[in-house]
Each structure stands twice: as structure tokens, then as C-alpha cells.
């Protein structure tokens, strides 16, 4: 997994679906799949953001028919169907990454918010499993297909005022396990990657803050935030037909940040308030 496969053709003739790929960890792996030859439909409530990302890879100089941008919004399932149908033909790939949180404590935390957490970071992943795997089982001869999802070190770790996140973190690794029984004979992987600390526009507000930042990597035992391209190489690997024979895993990118444990920013979070 260490050996960069940027420029190569490792994806040439697949179609991959990417949620979330206005921005962060989406924009990441979107970008790297067409590096590496896949047409990629591009799913984001952030139409800003997919633009961007189109003009962004015809600078580099690919192919502008290699990326078709959508909305869609996670949490309807008539959006998430309707992007997973974008592929002409087939669909190969398939990678759930939209997410976000609205955090408090638990006994301040409204159902609202809990609901817009849930829905999001848990319900738009099976929306995109169901329909992604349905696609993949009646196209191409029941070829199969790959599906990756993005959790979070927070699948297992938890932490203060993420207490819906990190219920919906656990619930996407759990969801992706059965997915991955359910579907093996359909020729259907699927793989989780939890990733840790990484610097994306989601996490900004908090790490932008040198204290709180500190706070992070004293846990962290290579002493750094992963780049949104370091969690992409996993994705992609998983992906790839050099994970044929892995399914059902949840695989931690975090720089060995699941071996200590989270921490406690609730007095760097009293100075904010």
C-alpha cells in the first residue's frame, strides 16, 4: 500500500461513484480514481465544489469525460439511486464518504441534531450500499463490484460531544460487515476505512486552533494529521484487485492513534464558548 500508484491505468474501464467529493476525503479519492483511469461520478450537495474539482482535474490535463458531477444529497434515497444509475453501463465502485456532525453533550444534545448526524453519516452509507449493490449484482453478467465506506477513528475511539457521530461511525463499520456476508455471492466486497485526524474543511474549526491541534497529535504517535490523499491511497487500495481477497475489514489509517486514546477537549471548548 505504501508504493504510489498515481499515473497508472490500475482503474482504466471502471466506474466509480463517489459521495461527498466536493471536498476533503471525497475530493481526494474522486481526483486520484481519474488519475488512475476510472470514470467517476462525482455526488455532492456542493455543486461550488464539484466544479472545482472538474476545472481542477482539466488543468492537470484529463480527459473532462471522466468526471460527471451530481447532487445529491445523501440522506434521500432517490438522490443516491439516481447517482449510482449515472453509470451508463455498469457501476464497479463504489465509495460512501459524505458525513458530518452537529456535537453536544449528550444530555444538551437535541433530537434534531442527532437526526441530522444520524441520517447523514449512517443512513446515506446504506442508501449507498442498497443501491450501489443492486446496481453491481444485474450489471456486467454479475461481475461484481467493490464497495468502500468511510468511517472514522471514532468507530471505536469515542469522544466528548460525539456521541451521534461516533454511534454512526460504529453503526457504518457494523452495516459494512453484513453488507460484506450478505453480498459475497454477488461478487460484492466491501471494506471500511476509519480514518484519524485529518486535514479536511470538516475538522478546520477545531485543529485551526493550536491548542486544540496539540492536543491531537500528543496522541498520535507519527506526530502529524493525515493529508486527504493519505486516506484515498487506502480507499483506493481496498479498491483495487490487490484487496481481492480481503472483505469485511475496517481498516484503521490514523498514524497509531487507536492504540492510545482521545482527547479530552472539554477545557479547550469552555474557552470558545
Known sequence: MSTDTTGTARFAGRTAAVTGAASGIGRAIAHRL???GATVIAGDLNEVGLRSLRDELVREGRAPELLLTRACDVTNEDDVQSLVNSADTHLDLMFNVA???RGAP?????ASDWDFTVDLCLKGVFFGIKHAAQRMARSRGGRGGVIVNIASLNSRVPMFFGGAYSASKAGVVSLGQTAAIELADEGIRVATVSPGLTDTPLVAPLTDQESIRQAYLERI???????PSDIAAAALFLASSDAAY???VNLFVDGGWEQTAYPDLRPFLAERS
Open 246 to 248: 480481503i472483505t469485511g
Open 99 to 101: 458525513g458530518g456532525t
Open 221 to 227: 504517535p507519527m506526530r502529524r494529521a493525515a493529508q
Open 34 to 36: 481519474v488519475a488512475e
Open 106 to 110: 449528550l444530555i444538551d444534545l437535541s
